[in-house]
């Protein structure tokens, strides 16, 4: 019976306990929905003689971010390979690497033997071609006749087949050459664009690359940026005369990184092929600027104090960057046209929380 008793004593206790800890957390409630009520604004005679200034919040509609570095190169693909179709005892190259040329301006003059072998394997093929080609339109009316085999005209055609296509890929490769009257050989460009020399210091085969032509418009700055970057840039900052215009965005992520290529807005970059360039992101956003000194914090939340007659309006802001002495913030107060106070904000910060009261 004395412990049935002790029992309800003891679950009496609990009860009252209980119930006195949800008073206390309803009334610690209360008191802070009514402290934040209470500071919804201030008025401005209780900053003192303390200097009271304001300031123009500002709209922005981008922030920059911090600091990245690019390279001037060009997507994989788009340069225009120049393959020797010889070897080469001595290649002397007639422009500076990375110099603008012109289709047809002369890249390199070449020297060695299997280059006269070429030009004269050249000179076979078109002959070749040419007795081929009669061949063939000679006998063609005998197979429409039928006075011929078939076997003997399918060979015939194949030859002649053969011949021409032959012809044409060396053809081709004669378009990168040009001949003088001395039979002095030069590699030319065949298109307009920046030249890329190949480095051919030790050797010098058929087959390998002679040197290379990227179009203007290919040259482009390849950035590799943080994930949060890329999906809200408006465009890359380089200098005040120079800008680039997002063209890409790769859609492989590498880890928390992606590759973006960028193209100058202007002639007034001056990039070079293969220079690393310090860029500065430029995200899109819709929201305001205002000077560091004018944003304070109360109760974990950041505040600024836009002025409102006598008083000063409390505003509840997400700050959202910063840059030299200015913070960049959202609000869900239109704040178009108001002016925040700059000034003093320690001293209203100091007021809110009760420090210097009488």
């Not at 836009?306 to 505003?315: F, R, Y």
Request: with cysteine; hydrophobic share 40%.
């Amino acid at each position: 019976m004395l412990l049935s008793l002790t029992k309800k004593m003891s679950n009496t206790v609990n009860s009252q306990y209980t119930l006195f800890s949800v008073l206390v957390i309803v009334l610690f409630q209360i008191s802070t929905v009514f402290a934040s009520e209470t500071f919804q604004s201030v008025s401005l005679s209780q900053l003192g003689d303390f200097e009271v200034t304001f300031s123009n919040v500002k709209e922005v509609d981008s922030i920059k971010g911090q600091s990245l570095f690019g390279e001037v190169s060009y997507k994989p693909g788009e340069n225009y390979s120049v393959i020797l179709p010889f070897d080469a005892q001595r290649i002397s190259y007639r422009i500076e690497n990375g110099s603008f040329v012109n289709k047809g301006d002369t890249i390199a003059t070449v020297e060695g033997y299997d280059v006269h072998h070429f030009i004269d394997g050249f000179k076979s093929t078109r002959q070749i071609l040419k007795a081929s080609e009669e061949h063939y339109q000679t006998n063609k009316p005998y197979f429409q006749n039928k006075t011929i085999q078939s076997s003997q005209w399918l060979e015939i055609t194949k030859d002649y087949f053969e011949a021409k296509l032959n012809f044409e890929h060396i053809q081709h490769q004669m378009s990168f050459l040009h001949i003088d009257e001395n039979e002095k050989i030069t590699l030319i460009s065949p298109k307009i664009g920046v030249v890329k020399v190949a480095n051919l210091a030790h050797s010098k085969l058929t087959g390998e690359l002679a040197f290379e032509i990227i179009a203007k418009d290919s040259i482009k700055v390849k950035v590799t940026t943080p994930l949060f970057y890329a999906s809200n840039l408006s465009h890359l900052f380089v200098t005040p005369e120079c800008n680039l215009h997002i063209d890409s965005l790769e859609k492989i992520a590498d880890k928390f990184h992606q590759i973006l290529w960028a193209s100058p807005k202007s002639t007034d970059c001056n990039l070079t092929l293969g220079q690393m360039v310090k860029v500065i992101p430029i995200q899109k956003m819709t929201g305001y600027k205002t000077s560091k000194s004018a944003v304070f914090e109360f109760e974990n939340k950041n505040y600024i104090a836009i002025k409102s007659g006598d008083v000063a309006s409390l505003i509840t802001i997400e700050l959202i960057g910063a840059n030299n002495d200015e913070y960049y913030f959202t609000a869900n107060t239109d704040l178009k046209n108001k002016q925040v106070l700059s000034s003093s904000t320690s001293i209203l910060q100091g007021r809110l929380l009760g420090l210097g009261a009488e």
